[in-house]
């Protein structure tokens, strides 16, 4: 829990970077997913930077219009929540989440989640594994 009152919860940050990702995931703009809440964008950026709380009317209409179930917004909320004075050694959960949210994050994610057929994400999944093995050694 946040020690100052003013400062966000790290839930709050979680949830907030979950809307983040998905919108970008969904090429929506804040100002559309404002007008889809009823909101202005300046308070899809709050919620979004977990300044302002989102409460739980509203986010089961932000699952609505981002066709994700609630729980979404949660997933990996533990690795965040309760290690407020770093991590484990070898968790790489921070690295993976900052790196979702990256530009390059959200547009592999896209370009990987348009591919159906199960063989081929596999291929790309190894051939990934196997440049990543090979940046590794190089260093």
């Known amino acids: 829990m946040a020690s100052n009152p003013?400062?966000?919860n790290p839930v709050d940050h979680h949830?907030?970077?979950r809307v983040r990702l998905r919108r970008q995931m969904m090429e929506m703009s804040q100002e559309k997913l404002g007008e889809e809440l009823g909101v202005t964008f300046q308070q899809v950026q709050k919620?979004?930077?977990g300044a302002n709380r989102i409460g739980a009317g509203r986010l089961w209409?932000?699952?609505r219009v981002?066709?994700?179930p609630v729980s979404f917004f949660y997933?990996?909320?533990n690795s965040?929540?309760?290690q407020p004075t770093g991590f484990a050694e070898g968790?790489?959960?921070p690295i993976i989440n900052d790196f979702l949210q990256s530009s390059d994050g959200v547009a592999l994610a896209q370009a990987f989640s348009k591919i159906t057929d199960p063989k081929v994400r596999r291929r790309v999944l190894e051939l990934v594994r196997s440049l990543a093995e090979t940046s590794d050694t190089s260093k």
């Open 91 to 93: 968790d790489q959960t």
């Open 15 to 17: 949830v907030g970077s």
């Open 66 to 68: 981002l066709e994700v």
């Open 80 to 82: 965040t929540a309760q």
């Open 75 to 77: 997933d990996g909320v």
């Open 61 to 63: 209409h932000l699952a």
């Open 47 to 49: 919620y979004e930077r």
């Open 6 to 8: 003013r400062e966000p």
